[in-house]
């Protein structure tokens, strides 16, 4: 979201926050939201749960979507092995159901990874069927989100350094 309005500032002639401020941004409003959850009762224990940074020399790429009415935004962010995010991006998709819209975050990840020069990378998304399809190829996957697990599968087997994980 915040990516989304940074590029919305910028376009219509404003200046655009940096990266430091967007950063900062997500973390507040994440924070937000999970303690408003944890108030309410409805949230999931995160007590034990932090993110994890990767190996040294790996990266770890985050990837989520959002889906409304056949409209998918997802969303990227690449981390070092300190933790630092030095990559964020964020791209518009039409789909058909959340699946698709998770699939197509990981899609993104997979693109953006293919045009640098990393060889290790872990891409973590928090959807259980898209990386359940795209770990098992026996699997075979929604329809909707097939084609979308299939190229996946191919940048899979091309890198065999990507490891793709659950995360909550």
């Given at each position: 979201?915040?990516?989304?309005?940074?590029?919305?500032?910028?376009?219509?002639?404003?200046?655009?926050?940096?990266?430091?401020e967007i950063t900062i941004a997500i973390s507040r409003?994440?924070?937000?939201?999970?303690?408003?959850?944890?108030?309410?009762?409805?949230?999931?224990?995160?007590?034990?749960?932090?993110?994890?940074?990767?190996?040294?020399?790996?990266?770890?790429?985050?990837?989520?979507?959002?889906?409304?009415?056949?409209?998918?935004q997802t969303g990227v962010v690449f981390r070092n092995?300190?933790?630092?995010?030095?990559h964020i991006a964020s791209h518009k998709h039409h789909?058909?159901?959340?699946?698709?819209?998770?699939?197509?975050?990981?899609?993104?990840?997979?693109?953006?990874?293919?045009?640098?020069?990393?060889?290790?990378?872990?891409?973590?998304?928090?959807?259980?069927?898209?990386?359940?399809?795209?770990?098992?190829?026996?699997?075979?996957?929604?329809?909707?989100?097939?084609?979308?697990?299939?190229?996946?599968?191919?940048?899979?087997?091309?890198?065999?350094?990507?490891?793709?994980?659950?995360?909550?």
């Amino acid at each position: 979201m915040w990516v989304w309005f940074a590029r919305n500032k910028l376009a219509h002639g404003f200046a655009a926050p940096s990266v430091q401020e967007i950063t900062i941004a997500i973390s507040r409003e994440a924070k937000s939201h999970w303690l408003s959850l944890a108030q309410t009762g409805l949230g999931l224990d995160l007590s034990n749960k932090t993110w994890k940074p990767p190996p040294f020399d790996w990266i770890k790429v985050n990837v989520d979507a959002a889906f409304r009415d056949g409209c998918a935004q997802t969303g990227v962010v690449f981390r070092n092995c300190n933790g630092s995010i030095f990559h964020i991006a964020s791209h518009k998709h039409h789909c058909q159901d959340p699946t698709s819209a998770e699939s197509l975050a990981i899609m993104d990840a997979c693109l953006e990874l293919e045009n640098t020069t990393f060889s290790n990378a872990i891409i973590e998304s928090d959807c259980k069927n898209a990386i359940t399809f795209i770990k098992v190829d026996a699997l075979n996957c929604f329809w909707n989100a097939s084609p979308i697990i299939e190229r996946i599968r191919r940048f899979k087997k091309a890198w065999a350094q990507f490891r793709f994980l659950l995360c909550f």
